[in-house]
């Protein structure tokens, strides 16, 4: 089973306004990651937090972890069209080397 | 820099018959990871390897073979093409030292018939 699930499963806001996610996730982990792929094409990688790290920020970006609560929130502020994509939580896991994904946050973002 | 390059990039099987789906990162990455992804189903760990000569399994790797002979390629191969492989298959490659995220290829949409 995937050790990461994202919620909602889909969103549709207005352009300009906030767009948050939440990954939950079940076992100990190196580091929590989130991806963006847009439709039909790959993944591409967003941002790393750390187990050791409660919130990390990049651009319009905003993540949280908290490792008691085992879940993270993905934050993206004054979004635009262009952010109409799906969102991925992938979890490294503490014990192995493998990347778990969830099933994803679709996300629409209206003119 | 070409990335991770997959290839092909679509593919149409007999039930039956065998293919290898190739993946090549020039980026001289230790880490590559074989997904693959369905509807409603996010991303799904195939087989993953942790340096030339490593492999090891994920969550679905039934039907599935790999090998790592050297640290650029990884190719996946389907032994005997069944309809429940039809998906779109990822491959993904990390450096070691799990700080940093891993980069995709653009993927094979592979339809077994």
């Known amino acids: 089973s995937q050790q990461g699930e994202e919620d909602p499963q889909a969103l549709s806001i207005q352009e300009g306004e906030n767009a948050t996610m939440n990954c939950s996730y079940k076992t100990s982990i190196n580091n929590l990651q989130w991806y963006r792929q847009n439709s039909g094409r790959g993944l591409v990688h967003l941002i790393l937090i750390r187990s050791n790290e409660r919130e990390k920020h990049s651009g319009r970006l905003r993540v949280t972890l908290d490792t008691s609560k085992k879940s993270s929130s993905l934050l993206i502020t004054a979004s635009r069209a262009a952010d109409t994509a799906s969102y991925f939580c992938?979890?490294?896991?503490?014990?192995?080397?493998?990347?778990?994904f969830g099933a994803g946050t679709t996300v629409t973002v209206r003119a | 820099n070409a990335g991770v390059t997959q290839t092909p990039k679509f593919q149409v099987l007999k039930t039956g018959q065998s293919m290898t789906l190739q993946c090549a990162q020039d980026m001289n990455h230790e880490y590559m990871s074989w997904y693959r992804q369905d509807p409603g189903m996010g991303l799904r760990l195939i087989h993953y390897s942790v340096g030339a000569g490593i492999t090891d399994q994920g969550e679905v790797p039934n039907g599935y073979n790999v090998s790592r002979s050297t640290t650029e390629d990884f190719p996946l191969r389907l032994l005997s093409a069944a309809p429940s492989q039809t998906s779109v298959y990822f491959c993904?490659?990390?450096?070691?030292?799990?700080?940093?995220?891993?980069?995709f290829g653009s993927g094979t949409r592979l339809t077994v018939v």
């Open positions: 992938a979890t490294d896991a503490s014990n192995d080397y493998k990347l778990s």
């Open positions: 993904a490659s990390s450096y070691a030292g799990r700080t940093w995220g891993y980069t």
